[in-house]
C-alpha cells in the first residue's frame, strides 16, 4: 500500500460518520467578515502600504516608470553590487541604469550560485497595504521562488496603483491557488526564545520595495 493510500484510507474512516446531507463546508462556513477596514482613496491605500512596509523594515522608494532604472540602478550601486539576477520576463529596461552582471535564472543554477549574487530584482504579483505583504506567483518577471530566497539582497518593484489592494480578501480574488505563492512582509528575520532577532535566516536581510507609478511624485 503506497503512502497516497493510506493517507486516503484515513480521510476516509474520518468522515465515515458524516451524514451525507450534511451541510457542504463552503455554505457552513460563514464568509461575511469585512474585506476591509475603513473607506481610503487611491492615495491613502498606498500610503498605507508605504507604512506597512518600512514598519517591518523593508525600505521603501517612490518613483516613476521615466526613472525606474535610474532608481534601480542606484540602489545597486549603493549596495555595491557586481552581479544581478534576472528573471526572464522582467523588462530589460528596468536595467538599463547598472553595469551589474545580469545572470539569468537558470532552473540548472546550485544554491552555492545563488549565494554568490549580489542581488535580485523582480516585479511582484500583488501588494496588500493592510498587511504590507508582497505576493510573488512566480510569474516570468519573478522568477523561481528560491531566487527570491537565496540571494542577500532583493529589490522588488510594485506598479501604483494597479498592483496595489487594501485587504488579503482582495489579493486572493486575484490569485491562483495552484501557483507557487511567496508571501513577503519585510526582509527575511527570527527571533530566539531571548526575543534576539537575527535577519536572513531564510530569505534575504534586505528588502527595497520600489513603489512605481506613470504620474511624477
Known amino acids: 500500500m503506497s503512502s497516497r493510500d493510506r493517507i486516503l484510507g484515513r480521510v476516509r474512516r474520518a468522515l465515515a460518520d458524516v451524514p451525507s446531507d450534511d451541510v457542504p463546508y463552503e455554505q457552513a462556513v460563514q464568509r461575511d467578515y469585512l474585506r476591509e477596514h475603513g473607506e481610503r ?13 518600512a514598519d517591518y523594515r523593508a525600505v521603501v522608494h ?15 550601486s549603493e ?4 552581479s544581478v539576477l534576472v528573471p526572464s520576463g522582467l523588462d530589460a529596461e528596468w536595467l538599463g541604469g547598472t553595469d551589474a ?22 516585479g511582484c504579483a500583488v501588494a496588500i497595504a ?16 528560491r531566487i527570491t530566497l537565496v540571494p542577500d539582497h532583493h529589490i522588488c518593484v510594485v506598479r501604483v496603483p494597479e498592483q496595489v489592494v487594501p485587504s488579503v480578501p482582495q489579493a486572493l480574488e486575484r490569485l491562483d491557488p495552484t501557483r507557487p505563492l511567496t508571501w513577503i512582509s519585510g526582509p527575511s528575520a527570527t527571533s530566539d526564545i531571548e526575543l534576539d532577532r537575527v535577519e536572513g535566516v531564510h530569505g534575504p536581510r534586505t528588502l527595497e520595495v520600489v513603489l512605481v507609478s506613470d504620474r511624477p511624485e
Do not use: F, H, W, Y
Open 41 to 53: 482613496s487611491v492615495e491613502e491605500t498606498v500610503d498605507l502600504l508605504a507604512e506597512n512596509l
Open 101 to 122: 552582471e545580469r545572470v539569468p535564472d537558470r532552473a540548472e543554477s546550485t544554491p552555492a550560485e545563488l549565494d554568490r549574487l549580489d542581488s535580485v530584482v523582480t
Open 130 to 145: 493592510e498587511t504590507g505583504t508582497i505576493v510573488l506567483d512566480g510569474s516570468p518577471d519573478q522568477g523561481r521562488r
Open 62 to 76: 517612490r518613483t516613476t516608470m521615466d526613472e525606474l532604472a535610474a532608481v534601480i540602478g542606484r540602489l545597486l
Open 79 to 82: 549596495r555595491g553590487s557586481k
